[in-house]
């Protein structure tokens, strides 16, 4: 949904799978894409709430994965 800009279903997904999957090995993936497609919807907002629950929750996530996060907190300008 989110490569064919379809933003509000996309969201919706991301979130569902990070609702009824946690733990999951794509758990951290799923928020880091749903504070994407937030903030492709111009929720700030929510956006940087997810980024920063993505930082928390998984402080052990990959340095790629950090890093994508970080661009899109700048890009956002959450604080």
Known sequence: YYVR???Q???FTFAD???KYPKSSKAADNLLKLGMSLGQLGKKPEACTAFARLL???PDASKNLTNR???Q???LDCR
């Open 5 to 7: 800009k379809d933003y």
């Open 9 to 11: 279903q996309a969201a």
């Open 17 to 19: 799978a990070f609702q």
């Open 56 to 58: 928390e929750n998984f």
């Open 69 to 71: 996060v970080s661009v």
């Open 73 to 75: 907190q700048r890009r």
